[in-house]
């Protein structure tokens, strides 16, 4: 056992700072590490629940296992990758009740922000809001073809309107939580996607009204009616898929 000065000694590794700080160049590979796995989880070259290994992680990217490892205990601390002592780390497979609980904690964070977005907001923000919309109908009109660029610009729009509050920690928050509910709609197919665009443009037209108006309260209470809507239709597309393969494990 060490005496307990030793935790104030330096690092026994070579080159480490005397106060435990992370050099620089390695928490940037880390960094790097940790973007390029979180698109591939978000670009779906990684499935939900499958096994990462940090050593061919670490040999495809060419950096040591160290920074790999920190950014796997990163995405786990996100909840993006589960350690499962003994077995190894996997990317996160969201319950029901996960993501029931995320789309809540949005739906919170929204009400937060539409409390100093309101304050913040300029006329210049408004129009540029305004022209957001009007670009998600171009793609909606586009049918599937336009889905992911609609998809990105309500995103935008959402994350615009959470930076408008001008609260870092709230604004970095969201952003974790969204990336939570990509992966969770990785293996939903859409099916019926154009068919929930009109409400939710209404209710975007709305919400850029609410602001215009500097009214906090109606817009946090559309934003609370667009998330609970979101959370129940991907609910509802996780049931039907995970029916959908339970009745083909059953055919064959
Ligand atoms: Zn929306």
């Not at 499958?50 to 160290?66: F, G, H, Y």
């Not at 073809?145 to 001008?166: C, K, P, S, T």
Request: cysteine-free.
């Amino acid at each position: 056992m060490s005496a307990p000065r030793d935790r104030t000694a330096p690092a026994a590794t070579n080159g480490s700072p005397p106060n435990g700080l992370q050099p620089a160049p390695r928490q940037r590979i880390s960094d790097y590490v940790y973007e390029e796995v979180l698109k591939a989880i978000l670009d779906e070259r990684f499935r939900p629940g499958e096994r990462l290994s940090i050593p061919d992680l670490a040999n495809e990217m060419d950096v040591s296992q160290m920074p790999v490892r920190q950014a796997m205990d990163r995405l786990a601390e996100e909840g993006l990758v589960e350690v499962r002592p003994r077995s190894g780390t996997f990317v996160a497979e969201p319950e029901e009740r996960d993501i029931a609980d995320t789309f809540d904690l949005r739906r919170a964070l929204d009400g937060l922000a539409a409390e100093t977005a309101v304050l913040h907001v300029t006329d210049k923000d408004i129009s540029y809001l305004d022209a957001t919309v009007d670009r998600m109908d171009e793609y909606a009109a586009a049918g599937n073809a336009g889905m992911q660029d609609h998809d990105r610009l309500n995103w935008e729009f959402h994350l615009f309107i959470v930076r408008l509050a001008g609260n870092e920690k709230l604004y970095e928050m969201y952003q974790q939580l969204n990336a939570h509910l990509k992966i969770a709609s990785i293996h939903v197919s859409n099916h019926d996607w154009a068919d929930r665009v009109p409400l939710a443009q209404r209710e975007h037209r709305e919400m850029v009204r609410a602001l215009a108006r500097r009214d906090a309260k109606s817009l946090a209470m559309v934003l609370a009616e667009h998330v609970e809507r979101a959370k129940n239709a991907l609910i509802s597309d996780i049931r039907a898929v995970r029916s959908r393969s339970v009745d083909t494990a059953k055919s064959t």
